[in-house]
């Protein structure tokens, strides 16, 4: 069934890369099946990648971008992600920790707290960006991690640009991201699953729009009555924080649950046949359906338990 659902996916941008079905041929060449050719205009072209632009220059890039997106699958990202992890270290002291400061003799510093940005040097110093204070390298013997009891799972999700792909689990103090500017997911309030969605600086310089780039973030900011992906979430939506609304754990498994039930729902939506309704279909009774069946298919298959290692949903 997730095979089948797929490869509907992938026809219906397939079709929307065309315009609409009555498009009598696409940008690949490849006939449609609509009766006759027609030009598709700006704004029919907009409408297809779901894009605030109707500037011919801006949607061509939008088309390249969104070709290159129809063969992507968020398990498949997040296996690539635990495969490059597999050679990082882990642990209280790795990139990505939240940590108290104390012992030092810059009294000013001693109770802060901060989140390692840079790995042990062979000084036996990390870099730590300190709340109010700037980066700073500190001796790992200054540094106590955060109790659990005191952070929760929160997932980061990288974009195309980053040196990582997919997302990654991450334990953040709920009153460090509260703090920052977020926007919730429409479509995770319909399921039942309020998530905030928080911008967060990117691992690396990036250069160019389609470095800041990701799919996963136009699912979660979709409109769930039309499909549409606000134009600043659209362009260039950039490296993210997923978390949730009540402070809850939500792991990058959590948010490729999420994420692939929000891509099996886009066929729907290009059923004229059987018109798509939101209020009946985007509800937390059909994504705990959804949830069932996938954790079903996982334990039935010890190629795909892999997926789900912690859900917290």
Known sequence: APNRRRSSTRRFRARAMAGNESVGQSAAGVEGPGPEPRIVNSADLAEALRSGSVNLGELQRDAVRFASRLVTDP?????????????????????????????????????????????????????????????????????????????????????????????????????????????????????????????????????????LDSVWVGHLMMDPKTARIPYDWHRMPGPVIVWRADGGDFSADDLCLVVCYIDQLLPRYDDTASPFDADKEVTPDAFQRYKAEELQAASDDSERDKWWEDINI
């Open 75 to 211: 398990r498949e990202q997040l296996a690539k992600e635990r495969l490059f992890r597999r050679g990082e270290v882990e642990g209280p002291h790795a990139v990505g920790a939240w940590v108290r400061l104390g012992g030092l003799q810059t009294a000013a510093l001693n109770g802060r707290t901060g989140v390692i940005v840079a790995p042990l040097s062979a000084a036996g110093r990390v870099g730590v960006a300190i709340t109010g204070a700037g980066d700073k390298a500190i001796k790992t013997c200054n540094l106590s991690p955060f109790p659990e009891a005191e952070t929760m799972k929160v997932a980061r999700l990288f974009c195309r640009g980053e040196k990582r792909s997919g997302a990654r689990t991450w334990r953040w103090p709920l009153q460090y991201i509260a703090d920052r500017p977020y926007q919730v997911s429409p479509i995770s309030q319909r399921i039942g699953l309020p998530l905030h969605v928080t911008r967060w600086e990117p691992d690396r310089s990036l250069q160019t729009a389609e470095d």
